[in-house]
Nanobody
Framework: QVQLVESGGGPVQAGGSLRLSCAAYGFTYSSACMGWFRQAPGMEREAVATIDTDSSDTYYAGSVKGRFAISQDNAKNTVYLQMNSLKPEDTAMYYC????????????????WGQGTQVTVSS
């Protein structure tokens, strides 16, 4: 059974940093796509960053490129999202998700989701 457990969210002031973690269970981690998504109140969910766990190829949304970094620890089946230079517009619920057919940039295919972790950036 696929399970994703996020941690690391919380309140932070603008310009600050946070690191989110997502521990993955129940599937072959080394052949998957892991993604971080976010959803703010009244907004659609958007893909923030993804990583191919085999090739380590990454994708970033334009709004976070240069500020956020996705990485992984294959030994721990864990993916991270380092968020720097946070802005109030980064405030959202952040979700970890997995796609198991190798199509990392087809965001609609991410079928399994964590419970989410709230990030709140104050100005």
């Amino acid at each position: 059974q696929v399970q994703l457990v996020e941690s690391g969210g919380g309140p932070v002031q603008a310009g600050g940093s946070l690191r989110l973690s997502c521990a993955a269970y129940g599937f072959t981690y080394s052949s998957a796509c892991m993604g971080w998504f976010r959803q703010a109140p009244g907004m659609e969910r958007e893909a923030v960053a993804t990583i191919d766990t085999d090739s380590s190829d990454t994708y970033y949304a334009g709004s976070v490129k240069g500020r956020f970094a996705i990485s992984q620890d294959n030994a721990k089946n864990t993916v991270y999202l380092q968020m720097n230079s946070l802005k109030p517009e980064d405030t959202a619920m952040y979700y970890c998700a997995v796609e198991l057919s190798g199509r990392c940039l087809t965001f609609a295919r991410y079928r399994y989701w964590g419970q989410g972790t709230q990030v709140t950036v104050s100005s």
